[in-house]
């Protein structure tokens, strides 16, 4: 028998029995089915698995279930209701994925940084932004943030 | 294509020391394929700054992805120069993730600019043809800032990357 773990996702307050040891982004996909994070290494490496928690990027590859404190954050509890995210609609102007399996990490990256940064230079987006992409859409990546941002703070 | 994308680059312009040009050029998948890049190299480190290239396809049903999935093929051979590497050791490939065989990344990334030619006869690939030249137009922009040649993949076996 494995402990029960609380855990706030997206809002919702939630029980989950699993080892405390199991990477989080297991325990979203496998036991909450929730499918945004993405499995890219499981090394912390690459950054597809890319949740917030308390509104930091975490990679929930690497982040042990039973030792999350704070309210997670995946990319399916970005938008109000039907309202995308300001970043999520800047990603869809810029059309920003090639084949996407890095977006729902890099989004989550980007809301992040806009969280804690409104207004990025480019150096700025750089050092945060350090998640992989795999098919190289950096520069569609840098632009829709500056986008957002703008968005954001108008 | 080689003088559009001379003339999208500036090709021939003189540029400060410590920078070069680069050019290559090459038909694939039945898109001819032309690439200019520039690098700075300071304290022996080199910066890819920025790529130019011309693609002619043939006629372009959608130029917007078209131009995404070269500037895709640019970013994923320049990768390979960066320090991807396969080696064997005990019968064995030695990198099994990404944290032994990485890909660029944000700070790497160089502006890339994008024309597309519709003189070819017949339609031609949009996924491939960005990446062969761009390693080769590497290695003589970084041949042109420094006078090395580096003839073997990776490019960073022989310099360093920022
Ligand atoms: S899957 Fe978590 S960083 Fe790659
Ligand atoms: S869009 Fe393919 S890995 Fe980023």
């Known amino acids: 028998m494995y402990p029960k773990i609380p855990l706030t996702v997206n809002g ?3 029980e989950i029995e699993a080892d405390p040891e199991m990477p989080l982004l297991w325990a979203l996909r496998d036991i909450m089915d929730i499918k945004g994070p993405k499995f890219g290494c499981g090394v912390a490496a690459c950054g597809a698995c890319t949740v917030l928690i308390d509104g930091e990027a975490v990679r929930s590859c690497s982040q042990p279930v039973g030792e999350v404190e704070g309210e997670i954050t995946t990319i399916e509890g970005i938008s109000q ?4 995210h300001a970043v999520q609609q800047a990603w869809m102007k810029h059309s920003v994925p090639q084949c996407g399996y890095c977006q729902s990490g890099q989004i989550m990256a980007a809301v992040a940084l806009l969280e804690e940064n409104p207004d990025p230079s480019d150096e700025d987006i750089s050092d945060a932004m350090t998640n992989l992409c795999r098919c190289g859409t950096y520069p569609k990546i840098k632009a829709a943030i500056k986008d957002a941002a703008q968005t954001l703070g108008a | 294509m080689l003088k559009r994308v001379a003339e999208m680059s500036g ?4 540029l400060p020391a410590g920078k070069g040009r680069g050019i290559a050029h090459v038909l694939s998948f039945g898109t001819w394929t032309a690439q200019v890049v520039q690098v ?3 304290d022996n480190t080199v910066t890819i700054e920025e790529v130019w290239a011309a693609a002619d396809p ?3 049903l959608d ?3 078209f131009k995404d999935q070269i500037m895709s093929g640019i970013n994923f051979g320049l990768s390979q120069a960066l320090g991807q590497e396969i080696t064997w050791a005990d019968g064995q490939v030695e990198q099994a993730n990404f944290d032994t065989y990485d890909a660029m990344r944000m700070y790497q990334a160089p502006k890339i600019t994008i024309e597309l030619l519709e003189n070819s006869p017949r339609m031609g690939g949009a996924g491939e043809p960005g990446t062969p030249p761009s390693t080769p137009a590497l290695a003589n922009a970084i041949f042109a800032a420094t006078g090395k040649r580096i003839r073997q993949m990776p490019l960073s076996n022989e310099i360093d990357f920022i």
Request: aromatic letters at 4%; charged letters at 20%; glycine letters at 16%.
């Open chain 2, 11 to 14: 090709w021939g312009t003189p």
């Open chain 1, 81 to 84: 209701g039907d309202e995308l």
């Open chain 2, 63 to 65: 130029p917007s992805m």
């Open chain 2, 58 to 60: 043939g006629i372009v």
């Open chain 1, 12 to 14: 919702q307050k939630q």
């Open chain 2, 40 to 42: 700075d190299v300071t």
